[in-house]
């Protein structure tokens, strides 16, 4: 079982519609969670963390996080073809000496116009 | 504008060269990476650093040579390197190593695509 797990997509969805990003993560003990937004051809630039139950809200962008169901997703509200990218979901692994992080495979969304 | 800078954007070498990948970081952070991205895969750990000594290396072959020479900067030197081994190479860095909440996040520099011939 990968140890976090993303549909690696093409989701296409219209602009000005919600896109809806998910992710599962296979250890319980993990505490911090975040979302990478990359373009083609460029880095991971982080666009939303999450260490609590619930939502966090920052503009267009929400995410939430479900640690009984070892789940965390993205919502864009209100899609632009900016958005258009690869959005790799990303969990501190737990228990090791230092700070390291397991990426997805990431899902890449296609905003049409 | 990112605050963790990489140089050079671009490097080609061949299999025999002996080359260098830097890295700077400018938020006073005391942890820093190097990740290996191959097309459409996830970034791969190869190293960390924290407080300038070596934390994790991921198994990496001894063709790659971390060195972080203080806080801010840190090497990638690169000797005898494969084909295979052309991909994009980031960097990034993040407050600490404390095992939770905002310490742990990371930010990435613009990368080094290399191409080994």
């Known amino acids: 079982q990968k140890e976090v797990e993303q549909n690696s997509g093409p989701l296409s969805v219209p602009e000005g519609a919600i896109a809806s990003l998910n992710c599962t993560y296979s250890?319980?003990?993990?505490?911090?969670f975040f979302w990478y937004r990359q373009y083609s051809g460029k880095s991971p630039e982080l666009i939303m963390s999450?260490?609590?139950?619930g939502d966090k809200e920052d503009g267009r962008f929400t995410a939430q996080l479900n640690k009984a169901s070892q789940y965390v997703s993205l919502l864009i509200r209100d899609s632009q073809p900016s958005d258009s990218a690869t959005y790799l979901c990303?969990?501190?692994?737990?228990?090791?000496?230092?700070?390291?992080?397991?990426f997805g495979s990431g899902t890449r969304l296609s905003i049409r116009p | 504008d990112t605050e963790v800078t990489q140089t050079p954007k671009h490097l080609v070498m061949g299999m025999t060269n002996k080359k260098s990948l830097k890295c700077e970081q400018h938020?006073?952070?005391?942890?820093m990476y190097w990740y290996k991205q191959k097309a459409k895969k996830p970034p791969e750990l190869m190293f960390v650093y924290s407080y300038e000594k070596l934390s994790i290396n991921e198994s990496v072959p001894s063709r790659f040579s971390p060195e972080c020479p203080n806080s801010s900067l840190l090497n990638l030197h690169l000797h005898a390197l494969q084909p295979e081994d052309s991909a994009l190479y980031l960097c990034?860095?993040?407050?600490?190593?404390?095992?939770?909440?905002?310490?742990?996040?990371?930010?990435f520099g613009p990368g080094t695509r290399l191409t080994v011939l």
């Open positions: 990303a969990v501190n692994q737990p228990y090791s000496s230092a700070s390291k992080i397991i």
């Open positions: 938020m006073g952070h005391r942890a």
């Open positions: 250890d319980r003990g993990s505490q911090s």
């Open positions: 999450i260490y609590s139950n």
């Open positions: 990034a860095s993040s407050q600490d190593l404390s095992g939770s909440g905002s310490y742990n996040e990371q930010f």
